[in-house]
Every structure is written in structure tokens, then in C-alpha cells.
């Protein structure tokens, strides 16, 4: 047995170990934010949100400049992420309500990614100052904290990410075919017996109406889900003292997150509006031959 393979069995103990030590020292992030300035409306995810967006815009503008057609390397590699989320969100969103979904689904993916990654870096949630709480005690207010840790953020993308699902809905799609797919019957009349069919329209009805409540709860569950990771991730670091493994892991965490909320945002659109994409690219096949 090699010496790798000895060291990677006690990691698991050490990891432990080291968070058990944190724990009784009292290690661990808090779930709120932080409040700062304009009387406490502004947090520290907050301002972090805001400078982090406005350094995101600058660097993606100086990387690209002025676009042309023997790209830069900063433009070929903005073009190269393009290119490769299209290749991810046009099939499921479909071609008709793509061209207005991905420019939201492309931003959300890399503000969310570059925001789960900035608790790896030093300094962020570890800088700030002490002071005292409502009972006496001591109390740190860290100065950065990133956005996506904090339930409020996740829970204002997610609110942002229904209300674009709500309004390329109605534009593409129509509020008809939203009934239908929700409440309509789906079973094929000439092949059902007479009986069962209007048996079948009551049982699409109750369906529908549990599948309004999915879509009403929706903004709660994606809010969690990242919330939850980010949050938990921030613990871990904090309660392992930044432990190279857990860090690491933490990265795929951050992209992992940043991929599954938009591809549910991408799926959400998609269920409504992608239908009749391969009826038409059939159609459109059959009149070229």
C-alpha cells in the first residue's frame, strides 16, 4: 500500500477531528447577514453582491473590448463558455423561447458560479471587526460574505427566475397550452375506451392542481437548494479551517449548484415551451426532401 493511499485513509479522521475542535471553540457562520449601513437595509451579502457585479461587468467588458471577427483570447474564451451553455440550454428550452432565455440563464449561471466560489477566497467572511452583542458579548461582523450564502439572495434569484419562467411562458407558449399542459387530458381519445376517458380528465384535473402547487413552492425549493450548499459549504471551511480537500470539494459544489439551478430554471421554460420543436424540425425536414 503506498503512502498516498495510507494518508487519504486517516483524512476522513483528521477531517473529524479538526471539526470537532472548531465546534468546541465555537466555530461555525452565522445563517443571517450581516447589516452594514443605510439603517441595516444594507447587509454585507448585499454589498458584496453589488461590488462583485460591478467588477464582473468590467472585467467581461475589458476582456472582450470591441468585438470583432479575429477574436481576441479574451473574447474567444467569453465565446467559448457561450458557446458551450448554448450547446446545454437550447435543447431543453427550445428553440422558440431560447433567444430570450439564455442571455438570463447564461448570467444567472456565472453570477451564481463566480459568488459560490468567492468563499474560497482569503479573506472573504474573515475579515471584518468585533464588537459587542445584545447580551454583552463578542461579536464579529465579517465585511464580505458572498451573496449566494445568504437565503435573501437565493431566495431574490429564485423569485427572479419564476418571474422570467412566468413571462416566457405567456409570450411563447400562451396562457392556452399552459392550461392544457397543466389540466389537460393527455390521453389519446381513439385509442382510450369512452368509459375511461372522461374518467382520466378527472384525474389530469387533480394532477393539475398538484402541479400548481409545485410550481407555486418552486421559488422556495430552488432558494434552498443553493442556500442550503453554500451555507453548508461555509461551515465546513470554517469548521475544518479551510482543509485543502473540503476546499477543493467545495469548488465542484459551487459549480455543481450554479448548474443544477439554471439547468431547473432551463427545464421549467422548456416543459411549456419546447413543445412542437421536433414536430416542426420533422416538418421542416420532410418539405426539404
Given amino acids: 500500500m503506498s503512502r498516498v493511499t495510507k494518508l487519504l485513509q486517516f483524512l476522513p479522521l483528521f477531517a473529524i ?15 443571517r447577514a450581516e447589516p452594514l449601513f443605510l439603517n441595516n437595509a444594507v447587509t454585507n451579502s448585499i454589498l458584496t453582491g453589488w461590488v462583485f457585479s460591478g467588477l464582473m461587468l468590467v472585467v467581461l ?39 430570450a432565455a439564455f442571455p438570463l440563464l447564461a448570467t444567472m449561471f456565472i453570477f451564481i458560479l463566480l459568488n459560490n466560489w468567492m468563499g474560497l477566497i482569503p479573506g472573504v467572511g474573515t475579515i471584518g471587526w468585533h464588537g459587542t452583542d445584545g447580551h454583552g458579548g463578542d461579536h464579529f461582523t465579517p465585511l464580505i460574505r458572498p451573496f449566494t450564502s445568504d437565503f435573501n439572495g437565493t431566495i431574490a434569484l429564485a423569485l427572479l427566475s419564476f418571474g422570467a419562467w412566468f413571462i416566457i411562458v405567456f409570450k411563447f407558449a400562451g396562457p392556452k397550452v399552459l392550461f392544457l399542459d397543466l389540466f389537460g387530458n393527455k390521453a389519446d381519445k381513439g385509442e382510450t375506451p369512452g368509459w375511461l376517458y372522461p374518467i382520466l380528465t378527472l384525474v389530469f384535473l387533480v394532477v393539475g392542481c398538484i402541479e400548481v402547487f409545485s410550481i407555486m413552492i418552486r421559488p422556495f425549493t430552488l432558494s434552498v437548494r443553493l442556500f442550503g450548499n453554500v451555507f453548508g459549504g461555509e461551515n465546513l471551511l470554517h469548521g475544518t479551517y479551510f482543509f485543502f480537500v473540503f476546499y477543493f470539494m467545495e469548488m465542484l459544489v459551487g459549480l455543481i449548484q450554479a448548474t443544477v439551478f439554471t439547468l431547473l430554471s432551463a427545464v421549467y421554460i422548456g416543459l411549456i415551451c419546447n413543445h412542437g420543436d421536433d414536430h416542426e424540425h420533422e416538418e421542416g425536414a420532410a418539405e426539404a426532401h
Fill in 61 to 99: 467588458i475589458w476582456m472582450v473590448g470591441k468585438p470583432s471577427v479575429n477574436p481576441t483570447k479574451g473574447q474567444a474564451l467569453i465565446e467559448t463558455l457561450l458557446e458551450a451553455l448554448r450547446e446545454l440550454f437550447e435543447p431543453i428550452v427550445g428553440k422558440k423561447a431560447f433567444p
Fill in 17 to 31: 477531528a479538526t471539526s470537532a475542535f472548531a465546534a468546541g471553540d465555537g466555530g461555525g457562520v452565522s445563517p
